[in-house]
């Protein structure tokens, strides 16, 4: 026995459900269709020009979910059926939150893009701007789903003004048995925003030394000289005294020479010059003063200021070899002795007077 066409299920006959079927199934394959038509021409576009926009739209594109396509293909066929009121509006919130978790999706997406653009647009000139663009991005990622949470739960009939005033009074109370964590992140911010160093930076925190790898939300990882990695919690990092050799430019090094108390006065006036030539003689170098400093315990000290037109330690090193080398050819030469810990017994010998026999 043939069911006919006019057969009633649930409120709607045999034809308008067969009806609503198609309809669901042509949009679903129309929309699928468009995407990779409007995908395709827009993956060529991008590649022959060299604005970012239309990668943005092509990467957006590719991420808009099936659930979204699926949703609007069910509602669009729904529209011919005649549906109960619950139905109907279970299919209007259906289609309201499924559309905010997609529009959260892209978002997301757009905003993450932009700011990775611009931290590798900065990085070469800002070290710490692919830091500040993680920790910029970890919040609007976070303000973004909380927006689509928020008007997801407003859609669906709960009343936010309430659920914000708790979550005002619960995040107070979550504030204070997570101070810790919670001095830590701003700390990270602090790192971020005044940037006091940045990734590959070389520092030195109290006793403890070595280049910045990761600035995280609440530790600082540093490698050590000796290849160990050092974990400092954010918070304990910026409440110490942080010396940055990052941020050097040039290197300032004081020469400390002694020499022999029975050096003649007329070579120990050639000594000054001596040590400004040994260090003018090197390149990168910009002398600034060398002088007669004070008498030592067991020799005559010379003090030589000068500065090294490098932050690189190595270059430091090699050119205060360079001058070293310079000054005990030039004291060889001039015959000037330096000086040794030593140490001068002297014997006096004197005569016991008394009566003699």
Known sequence: MLMSLDTIFYGNSLTQ???AGVLTLSTWGAMLVVRRLISGRLTALAAATA???DDL???ALSRTKPFFFATVSIVVGAQVLTLPPRLESFLAHLMAVVLLV??????SLIARTLLDRYGASRAENDRGAATMMSAVGFVVQVLIWSGVFLLTLSNLGVDI???IAGLGVGGIAIALATQNILGDLLASLAIVLDKPFAIKDFIIVGDLMGSVEHIGLKTTRVRSLSGEQLVFSNADLLSSRIRNY??????????????????PRAKLERIPAILKEAIGSQSGTRFDRSHFASFGDFSLDFESVYYVLSADFNRHMDIQQAINFRIHEQFEAEGIGFAYPTQRLVVERRRVQGSES
């Open 246 to 263: 990052g941020r050097m430019f040039e290197r300032r090094v004081v020469l400390s020479i002694g020499v022999e108390y029975e050096t």
């Open 51 to 53: 604005g970012q926009w």
């Open 102 to 107: 997609q529009v959260g999706i892209w978002a």
């Open 161 to 163: 003004t309430a659920l």
């Open 17 to 19: 459900w067969l009806f």
């Open 57 to 59: 739209i092509v990467a």
